[in-house]
């Protein structure tokens, strides 16, 4: 189905369930994280032909982003129903899409990667035992979600 945006709707919200996927047939949207709090982190621009909402419709979980209109724009909408019809039809774009994710789960991990490098300069430069240990409970803490959560499959 075709949707015709404005520029400034949200189309995904992050932290709220959406099983559909995107792809921008004509316009711009902005990426973030965080968006409207003190935190917000604007991850990108998406253009003509990429898609959004992947993770949402294959995974059934919430969304980790929020999608907003740039500019007014043509969204294709890709339900749980049209999936498999999608697919059959549109190998290319499918491709795509796993390239895509792949990036992904590279691009995380440089993060990764980035921000266990800063707080380990972090713990080096502290002077205070006591704040050492803090950043160490956090971190601790940190580990013990990422093992609730791999357990648990979340």
């Excluded at 949707?3 to 932290?15: A, F, H, S, T, Y």
């Amino acid at each position: 189905m075709m949707l015709q945006v404005k520029e400034g709707d949200m189309i995904v919200q992050e932290g709220e369930m959406s099983l559909d996927m995107y792809k921008l047939v004509s316009g711009k949207a902005e990426m973030y994280v965080g968006y409207g709090t003190d935190r917000e982190t604007f991850i990108g621009i998406l253009s003509k032909g990429d898609y959004f909402g992947e993770m949402g419709l294959l995974a059934r979980r919430p969304a980790i982003y929020t999608i907003v209109m740039y500019s007014d724009g043509l969204l294709l909408r890709i339900t749980p129903q049209d999936i498999v019809d999608y697919i059959k039809n549109n190998e290319r774009d499918i491709l795509s899409i796993m390239v895509h994710m792949a990036n992904s789960m590279y691009n995380l991990k440089t993060n990764i990667d980035l921000l266990t490098e800063d707080i380990n300069e972090m713990i080096h430069e502290k002077k205070n035992e006591e704040e050492i240990k803090a950043l160490q409970e956090r971190i601790r803490a940190s580990r013990l979600t990422k093992e609730f959560l791999m357990r648990n499959k979340v």
